[in-house]
Structure formats: structure tokens, C-alpha cells
């Protein structure tokens, strides 16, 4: 158990519906990341959220969008999906942003 | 802007042999570098980090790594293979310049196969 726990952990849902990944980071960890990876694309870069607030955007389409709560706690919303957003969906947290975090297990998305 | 090489999509190596993956570097930075592994159906795990301390980094399960300069290149090694270490291995290379977000650039991975 890395410490950073992501549901659910598998999701299989049909193309225009809206999702909802969920992580919690590392106790202590301040600064929440989300990443995508497919096959094609490989691990992407999606938002970097640190206390709270939006740090960094990478490659993030506009239909999804991502915060973080008082509690630190992050959700990632994917809405209008289409059959290319099926990919697993991972959260990384560290103490702050110097890299070398720690990655959840990763929400596998199916969209049919 | 940081990226990452990985060199080889696919690595086959006998068990008890020599573990070498390649990774080449551009960073506008002093880059911090990165590999971590990934076993099928699992997250990421980190193997090892060079944060600009000593150039030889070593990390878990007897992996180290070089950096080196004057060739960009941060290659993964284990002197002897275990069937164990079969699995994907990405490098990485830190977003910590201007806008010092922390955010990792990966590379496409290396596919380590270790044939009994």
C-alpha cells in the first residue's frame, strides 16, 4: 500500500456519461497530480493541484476538470466521455513539488 | 523544456544476466531524474531519484542508476536479472525550473523481459 488510495478502481460506463476518480493522498502531502495513461499517449501529465489551489496544467481536455478539497482530498471529472478517454487514471501526492512522489494504484476507465 | 528518451520500447535479457535501459535526457535545467516501475495492474513505484547529489544513485531491489552530463543520459542498471524484475520501466525528468511545479515528463517505457 503506497498510502495514496484511488476509487473506484475499475469504472465502465457508456460514451457522452460523466465520472467522477477520486484520491486521496499520503497523509502529510500537500500537492496532488493527476496522470493519464493509454497506449498511445503513454503517462500524460493532466493538473497539478497544490493545497488547494490549481498549480499546473498540462494536456487536460476541457471536458474534464479536477479540485482538491479543504480536507486534500482530489476529484477528477470527466464528463461527455468518449470511447479515446478510456485509460487508467492515476493520482500521485507529494510533500511538495520536487517530483519523486508516490503514485495511487490507478482507476481503469472503460468507456463503451 | 524537459523531455525524456527512453531508448529500446523492449528489453529481453536471461535471468542472472546484466539489466541495462537506456535514458537520455533534455532539460534546459540541472534536471532531477527519475525511474520508476510499473507490474501489471498496479500503480508506479519508485525505483530511485538523482536530485543532484552524487551521480550514482542506487535505489530498491538493487537497481542504481548514473548521471551523466556530458552525455544527457540517466541509464538504469541491476548486474544480475531476476525473473522478478519483469515488468514496465519509465524515466522521468522534473518540471523544478521557473514554474517549479514538481510535474514529471515520462518517457514511452522500456519493457524489461527476463527469460529463464
Known amino acids: 500500500d503506497s498510502g495514496v488510495t484511488q476509487t473506484p478502481k475499475h469504472l465502465i460506463t457508456a460514451t457522452g456519461q460523466r465520472v467522477t476518480l477520486r484520491c486521496s493522498p499520503r497523509?502529510?502531502?500537500?500537492?496532488v497530480y493527476w496522470y493519464q495513461q493509454s497506449l498511445d499517449q503513454g503517462l500524460q501529465f493532466l493538473i497539478q493541484?497544490?493545497?488547494?489551489?490549481?498549480?499546473a496544467k498540462g494536456n487536460i481536455l476541457e471536458r474534464f476538470s479536477a479540485q482538491q478539497f479543504p480536507d486534500l482530498h482530489s476529484e477528477l471529472n470527466l464528463s461527455s466521455l468518449e470511447l479515446g478517454d478510456s485509460a487508467l487514471y492515476f493520482c500521485?501526492?507529494?510533500?511538495?513539488?520536487?517530483?519523486?512522489?508516490?503514485f495511487g494504484s490507478g482507476t481503469r476507465l472503460t468507456v463503451v | 523544456a524537459q523531455s525524456v528518451t527512453q531508448l529500446g520500447s523492449h528489453v529481453s535479457v536471461s535471468e542472472g544476466a546484466l539489466v541495462l535501459l537506456r535514458c537520455n535526457y533534455s532539460?534546459?535545467?540541472?534536471?532531477?531524474l527519475f525511474w520508476y516501475v510499473q507490474y501489471p495492474n498496479q500503480g508506479l513505484q519508485l525505483l530511485l531519484k538523482?536530485?543532484?547529489?552524487?551521480?550514482l544513485v542506487k535505489g530498491i531491489n538493487g537497481f542504481e542508476a548514473e548521471f551523466k552530463k556530458s552525455e544527457t543520459s540517466f541509464h538504469l542498471t541491476k548486474p544480475s536479472a531476476h525473473m522478478s524484475d519483469a515488468a514496465e520501466y519509465f524515466c522521468?525528468?522534473?518540471?523544478?525550473?521557473?514554474?517549479?511545479?514538481?510535474?514529471?515528463?515520462f518517457g514511452q517505457g522500456t519493457t524489461l523481459q527476463v527469460k529463464p
Open positions: 500521485a501526492s507529494s510533500v511538495q513539488g520536487a517530483g519523486g512522489y508516490t
Open positions: 497523509s502529510g502531502d500537500l500537492s
Open positions: 493541484y497544490y493545497n488547494g489551489e490549481e498549480r
Open positions: 532539460s534546459s535545467v540541472p534536471p532531477y
Open positions: 538523482y536530485t543532484s547529489a552524487a551521480t
Open positions: 522521468a525528468v522534473s518540471d523544478h525550473g521557473s514554474s517549479n511545479t514538481g510535474k514529471l515528463i
